[in-house]
């Protein structure tokens, strides 16, 4: 069975470009997780999905993120405009539900450099 | 707030000796999970072991275990007869009622002297 699928696996644009960062889940789960890794404040949450409904985005840093679930097996995290401070590994995971004891599996990540 | 904390930012041990890492969480619930994560230079993240809070029973995965001190609020990994490729950044991590998300360490970065 594969897991969790990222695209692109490394971006590299110039501030102020737009950036779209890809994710397909395990398929059955119904929990999707965006996450970002930076070594300033190390993993964070974003925003998370069950049922393709967004229920928690407070971890979204401004209003230039933006994450959409238009599918069970499909979810992008949006950066508009991006900036060199948004530089980072973003990470997506899934889980089968959303309750304490499902382990959430993690994708490769997307290595992301803005310039 | 929930945290949770690892206190050692770097560890090395030597090829098939056993090696403790160590990690701190701070929480007034009492229903929560205990994850232990795994993220070798590839910077995929690797589940390694899981501990529930209800469990007096310390988890065991092989070569892996944990010690779980709940008073303590203590959940320690060891690495047994520890190989090459146990090296990466281990995270610690907790999953609380309510917040329904992962909350991690800061890491501790694990090398492996051949």
């Known amino acids: 069975d594969a897991g969790v699928i990222q695209s692109p696996r490394h971006e590299v644009t110039e501030m102020g470009q737009e950036v779209t960062l890809r994710c397909k889940p395990i398929?059955?789960?119904?929990?999707l997780f965006w996450y970002r890794q930076t070594m300033m404040r190390g993993l964070e949450l974003l925003i998370y999905f069950n049922n393709n409904v967004p229920i928690d985005d407070s971890g979204m840093p401004e209003d230039r993120f933006s994450a959409k679930m238009p599918n069970a097996s499909f979810s992008t995290l949006k950066i508009q405009p991006s900036e060199p401070r948004d530089s980072a590994v973003y990470f997506c995971a899934s889980s089968f539900g959303i309750n304490l004891q499902e382990t959430q599996y993690f994708g490769p990540g997307t290595r992301l450099l803005v310039l | 707030a929930q945290t949770v904390t690892q206190s050692q930012p770097e560890m090395s041990v030597q090829e098939a000796e056993t090696v403790t890492l160590s990690c701190t969480y701070d929480t007034s619930e009492s229903d929560y999970y205990l994850f232990w994560y795994k993220q070798p230079p590839s910077r995929q993240m690797i589940l390694v072991i899981r501990q529930e809070a209800y469990k007096q029973q310390n988890a065991t995965e092989n070569r892996f275990s944990v010690n779980f001190q709940k008073a303590a609020k203590s959940f320690s990994l060891k690495i047994s007869d520890s190989q090459l490729g146990d090296a990466a950044m281990y995270f610690c991590a907790c999953s609380i009622q309510g917040a329904q998300k992962l909350v991690f360490g800061q890491g501790t970065r694990l090398t492996i002297n051949p």
């Open positions: 398929s059955g789960h119904n929990s």
